[in-house]
């Protein structure tokens, strides 16, 4: 089976965030190379039945933020629950990301700072000039990075991914799909390195 793994997420995702730098470090671990996919969260709920988080019932969302606190105490990460910047259209920032893997440069630092940008530091995402700023803080070359995340060519890549998620079943960020199992969510994450350890077949619909 291919040693890869489909990486479906968003920067605005919390769950993203709080599973990054272990998805990360487990691929490294089992030496399995990551394919990128960052998506707009609202064009894969229109077409697999999510809802953005100001429409969901209070219920939901009440236990979302338990939720929140409770991953944020056991993993020792911080994270803010309310961020200054949410909802935030992270559509550069996620362009961007697409932009320096067609440069061929490794995402993850730019990936986990801009993570940070919303989830920690408060700092609005969809601003030009802030993402400019996470890039080269992360060592990048902004104004190049920028230009052509802003091109035709890379915005038929990221609406590619969206179109990628729906047709394989995928609904939700952060998604990690292996031989075509989808694993969903970082709480997930266990599972899938035991599938990683392991090698065994995947468990795919019936």
């Known amino acids: 089976m291919t040693r890869q793994i489909d990486y479906i997420f968003s920067l605005v995702s919390p769950w993203a965030y709080l599973g990054s730098a272990r998805f990360h470090a487990m691929a490294a671990k089992h030496g399995y190379a990551i394919t990128y996919r960052p998506v707009s969260l609202p064009a894969v709920f229109k077409e697999t039945g999510g809802l953005p988080l100001a429409q969901r019932p209070t219920t939901r969302q009440l236990y979302r933020w338990s939720e929140m606190q409770r991953w944020r105490d056991h993993l020792k990460i911080p994270l803010t629950l309310r961020p200054k910047f949410f909802p935030v259209d992270v559509t550069l920032a996620d362009r961007a990301i697409l932009a320096l893997i067609e440069q061929g440069a490794t995402p993850q630092r730019f990936i986990e700072a801009a993570h940070a940008a919303i989830w920690v530091e408060d700092r609005n995402l969809a601003d030009e000039a802030v993402v400019a700023e ?62 990683l350890a392991s090698g065994r077949a995947p468990y795919l619909p019936v």
Not at 150 to 164: F, N, P, V
């Open 134 to 195: 996470v890039l080269s803080a992360c060592g990048h070359d902004a104004a190049a990075t920028l230009a052509q995340a802003k091109t035709d060519a890379i915005g038929a890549i990221y609406a590619g991914h969206g179109e990628w998620s729906i047709a394989n079943n995928v609904f939700g960020s952060p998604s990690y799909v292996l031989n075509g199992e989808i694993f969903w969510g970082q709480d997930r994450l266990p599972l899938l390195e035991e599938a």
